[in-house]
């Protein structure tokens, strides 16, 4: 049976400091600075992460998952806690740059998930992103699909 997705949007990450060392960033609706994002929904396929990069010295790469936790411990994406590697595509402005992952998996909100120990949050999925060396900010765009 094909899915018949009624609703397309994004969630959104401001201002991310990247460096060498993976971190979690919460994604999520963040109107002050992106007026069209929206909280994640509960049942969705995440379709792609998008990240705008600046301030960019030194990184060549970006490493990245989806983790339902605050902690990055309970991936949900392929390659689990090692994440997906890209380079980064030089912008034609002096320090920026971009990355797009295609991630094309489902997403059912779990309040329940072993281990959660009170850091999943309804409508919030984490980033957890690092550069391969130096460092650079960066915006975070989460796109899905759901009902």
């Known amino acids: 049976m094909a899915n018949l997705w009624n609703v397309m949007g994004y969630s959104f990450h401001n201002n991310a400091s990247l460096d ?3 971190a ?4 999520t609706e963040d109107k002050t600075n992106s007026k069209l ?8 396929t995440v379709n792609a992460v998008e990240i705008q990069l600046s301030s960019i010295s030194s990184a060549t790469e970006v490493t990245m998952y989806l983790a ?3 902690t990055g411990d309970m991936a949900f994406t392929a390659g689990g806690t090692t994440g997906a590697t890209q380079p980064i595509k030089t912008g034609f402005t002096s320090a920026t740059g971009s990355v797009v992952f295609y991630v094309d ?3 059912n909100f779990d309040e329940d998930a072993s281990n959660s120990a009170g850091q999943i949050t309804a409508g919030t999925i ?8 130096g460092s650079a ?3 975070i765009r989460v796109h899905w699909r759901s009902i």
């Open 24 to 27: 979690p960033f919460a994604v």
């Open 137 to 139: 900010v960066a915006d």
């Open 37 to 44: 994002s929206h909280s994640f929904p509960r049942n969705c």
């Open 68 to 70: 339902r936790d605050a």
């Open 105 to 107: 998996t489902d997403f």
């Open 126 to 133: 984490y980033a957890v992103v690092n550069v391969d060396t």
């Open 20 to 22: 060498g060392n993976a």
